[in-house]
């Protein structure tokens, strides 16, 4: 069932809902219980270190962590693409680093879309230089089909179809991140 766009959406595109909020909160819920089972062992050997790539990944990151019963650092990177906003570049940049180190720490990449796969290798990459104790990747969503690189999603959320996303935190020229459910603009 499509929603009808929310009172304050300037776009006169129809939105098609993908994943409801109702569906999102489940999943988000159950990743979060097997963070709790796979960390709850390592958790008093070292800090584990969520962290958020800004700033797609917010929503999820706040209502991940809800659901993870052991302790946590929460932490931010910022990163950004070169090139045409709906294409991948594959050119990253670190815009804003981490406030602390992860040496020796049990870390946890927060994203919200695995699309190219381009961004997440050049992290994961910088990251792992950092010499943390662990790294491991969360994902609310995956596009297989778009997939140039192949990278291990240890926490996945969905997999989804080849059509580009909003809401629940993701973005088009900023907007939308706000929708509680995942829809797409038809047309976009
Ligand atoms: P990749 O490097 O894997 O191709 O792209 C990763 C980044 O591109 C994501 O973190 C996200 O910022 C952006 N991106 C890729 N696909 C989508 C999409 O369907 N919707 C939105 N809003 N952003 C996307």
Redesign the pocket.
């Known amino acids: 069932m499509a929603p009808s766009p929310p009172p304050w959406n300037r776009s006169p595109d129809p939105f098609a809902e993908l994943i409801s909020a109702e569906a999102i909160a489940v999943r988000v819920a159950e990743l979060g219980a097997q963070i709790t089972t796979d960390y709850a062992p390592l958790a008093n050997q070292a800090d584990v270190v969520v962290i958020g ?1 800004l700033k ?1 990944s917010v929503i999820f990151l706040a209502d991940l962590v809800r659901h993870i019963g052991v302790p946590i650092i929460v932490d931010f990177i910022g990163i950004s ?1 070169y090139g045409d906003a ?1 294409v ?1 570049s ?1 050119v990253v940049q670190i815009t804003q680093d981490l406030s602390r180190p992860i040496e020796g720490k049990h870390v946890i990449v927060v ?10 290798h050049y992290l994961l990459e910088n990251l792992a230089t950092r010499r943390p104790a662990s790294i491991k990747l969360a994902s609310l969503l995956h ?1 297989p089909e ?1 997939a140039e690189r192949q990278i291990e999603i240890h926490y996945l959320g969905f997999t989804i179809p080849n ?4 809401g629940y935190g ?3 020229s900023q907007q939308y991140r706000n929708l509680p459910f995942i829809g797409y603009v038809q047309g976009v």
């Open positions: 790539v797609g693409s709906t991948s594959g994203e919200d879309i695995v699309d190219t796969g381009h961004t997440v596009k778009r059509k580009f996303v909003v993701l973005d088009v």
